[in-house]
């Protein structure tokens, strides 16, 4: 019965975020039973352009560390926002979702170029949690029952976060700065006087990942029951709050 429960949520997952989750989980299992190395995923340069070892553009992003607390802290905001994603601006449009990862990933190989990190999928879910939150400007997030914010601050409180935790905030600042470009250049850039849509999906990509019809009877989880996550990314939308005006702590649109 569990396996039959399992299995039936584990398929109701869009396709996109129930590939990317399945390989980061594989690929940390496979660390853990020592089937692989994180020698062997890590972003280098030297060894990609070289030696063409052309895998660990993909793999330095699929691998969180070993199971433990922060792999899964980052599974769970990767599935969560990843899902949410698709399930929401990207409802119907896998192909741009998929082609979001691709320049995404582009980007930050580009900056790991010039910094010292190695694996950039920490990077990569601060990049889809920053584009879900500037989509969803009037969501109330709780982050440990501790404060309550607006949606398009949480990538800055996780940022915060790992200032507290001694970590690097290096990551984090990619994330946002990738997130933000990709914000910018996809919803803010193509609604201003005399801009247009910078970025457009490859047709071949439609083709091949966008369904010719959608269900009708098909009704999206609201936001505050999507699934994957601890009450810090739970919340509500501020238009529900009769004591809170819609335009408390909105932040520019860019």
């Known amino acids: 019965m569990a396996y039959q429960t399992f299995h039936q949520e584990y398929m109701q997952m869009p396709p996109i975020t129930r ?45 969180f560390g070993t199971i433990g607390f922060n792999f ?15 399930e929401g601006s990207f409802r119907g449009r896998t192909a741009d979702f998929f082609f979001m990862f691709l320049f995404g990933g582009f980007l930050m190989v580009i900056v790991g170029f010039f910094v010292n990190l190695v ?5 990569f879910t601060i990049m889809l949690v920053y584009v879900w939150s500037r989509r969803n400007p009037y969501i109330r997030m709780n982050f440990f029952g501790l404060m309550s ?37 996809e919803d803010v850039f193509p609604e201003q006087r005399g801009g247009f849509k910078f970025l457009r999906t490859p047709g071949f990509l439609k083709w091949l990942l966008d369904t010719p019809t959608d269900d009708a009877d098909y009704v999206p989880l609201p936001e505050e029951d999507r699934p ?25 649109q860019q």
């Open 119 to 123: 694996f950039l999928g920490q990077a």
């Open 228 to 252: 994957g996550g601890f009450n810090w990314g739970e919340g509500q939308r501020v238009d529900d709050q009769a004591d809170e005006p819609n335009e408390h702590n909105q932040p520019d």
């Open 19 to 63: 590939a990317y989750t399945t390989a980061s989980v594989l690929t940390t299992l496979a660390v853990q039973l020592e089937i692989l190395t994180p020698f062997q995923l890590y972003f280098n340069p030297e060894l990609i352009f070289k030696q063409y070892q052309i895998w660990r553009l993909v793999t330095n992003f699929l691998f």
């Open 72 to 86: 899964f802290f980052n599974m769970i905001f990767t599935y969560r926002y990843c899902r949410m994603l698709e």
């Open 149 to 185: 914010f607006q949606a398009p601050y949480l990538p800055y409180v996780l940022l915060g976060f790992s200032l507290l935790l001694g970590n690097s905030i290096v990551v984090d600042i990619m994330g946002i700065a990738i997130g933000h470009i990709y914000y910018f250049l």
